[in-house]
């Protein structure tokens, strides 16, 4: 069977559940609620997360965008018009088609980064790929591969079904990202000094982490530059307890 008849089954039959519909609107709302936050802040001229140092590496990157003058606030616009596209039925997907370029930049941005914040822009970015599948049937018509006949999308809701299968897959991505995004690294800065000290107890270089934590913190040296200096750093010797305070080398 062709992929385009697949995924025109799939999404006739997910078109007509009124739970997946729900979720659609849902989704929709809480990234429009995103956005129009983080817009208007960019809008009135504010520093956006005001909160972190601009010793951050987070806050490195946004102290240097807020003093960028028109684009800042052109960023600003563009999100508060694509939350407002998104919320409006007829032009849900030229919402979502400017939002994704946007949350996915903002995404990459908090890997790179490794900003405590990463794993909020990756559910965004999956939510804003389901809107993009929700409008599949408009959006098809630019996908590399041959058209068959297509079903036809009913507006009508046929099915008051729950999808148990969907929605399990959905809290299994939940977990997934959740799990993942914990020991993607090794080390975060996290979102001020202590956090990222409190981070140091379990780390496999406590010492080193530390002074990695003062590196980006109080110094404000590039993530970069105290990256590699906490790469080069020995595994600490840590104490532990119980019988002879047996010491234990990495």
């Known amino acids: 069977m062709p992929i385009s008849t697949t995924l025109d089954q799939l999404h006739y039959q997910a078109k007509g559940n009124k739970w997946m519909r729900l979720f659609a609107v849902f989704n929709r709302i809480v990234l429009a609620a995103g956005f129009l936050i983080a817009g208007n802040v960019k809008i009135?001229?504010?520093?956006?997360a005001s909160g972190l140092s601009?010793?951050?590496?987070?806050?490195?990157?946004?102290?240097?965008?807020?003093?960028?003058?028109?684009?800042?606030?052109?960023?600003?616009?563009?999100?508060?018009?694509?939350?407002?596209?998104?919320?409006?039925?007829?032009?849900?997907?030229?919402?979502?088609?400017?939002y994704f370029p946007i949350i996915l930049n903002i995404c990459i941005l908090?890997?790179?980064v490794r900003f405590e914040g990463t794993r909020i822009t990756n559910f965004m970015v999956l939510a804003n790929l389901y809107l993009l599948g929700w409008d599949y049937d408009r959006l098809k018509f630019i996908l590399p591969f041959k058209q068959k006949n297509s079903y036809t999308?009913?507006?009508?809701?046929?099915?008051?079904?729950?999808?148990?299968?969907?929605?399990?897959?959905?809290?299994?991505?939940?977990?997934?990202?959740?799990?993942?995004?914990?020991?993607?690294?090794d080390i975060r800065p996290g979102n001020s000094l202590m956090e990222c000290n409190n981070g140091c107890a379990?780390?496999?270089?406590?010492?080193?982490?530390?002074?990695?934590?003062?590196?980006?913190?109080?110094?404000?040296?590039?993530?970069?530059?105290?990256?590699?200096?906490?790469?080069?750093?020995?595994?600490?010797?840590?104490?532990?307890?119980?019988?002879?305070?047996?010491?234990?080398?990495?």
């Open 110 to 112: 908090a890997y790179a």
């Open 202 to 250: 379990g780390n496999a270089k406590p010492e080193a982490c530390k002074v990695f934590c003062d590196c980006v913190h109080n110094q404000g040296k590039p993530l970069d530059s105290c990256l590699a200096q906490y790469d080069k750093a020995p595994g600490k010797t840590i104490q532990t307890s119980g019988v002879g305070n047996a010491k234990h080398s990495r």
């Open 54 to 98: 601009a010793n951050q590496p987070m806050g490195h990157y946004l102290e240097a965008l807020h003093h960028t003058g028109y684009y800042y606030t052109f960023i600003g616009i563009l999100q508060v018009a694509a939350a407002i596209l998104l919320l409006i039925p007829r032009t849900r997907l030229l919402g979502a088609l400017i």
């Open 44 to 48: 009135m001229g504010e520093r956006f």
């Open 153 to 185: 999308t009913q507006p009508e809701i046929r099915s008051n079904k729950f999808p148990f299968v969907f929605f399990g897959g959905v809290f299994a991505t939940i977990a997934a990202v959740i799990v993942i995004n914990q020991f993607v690294y």
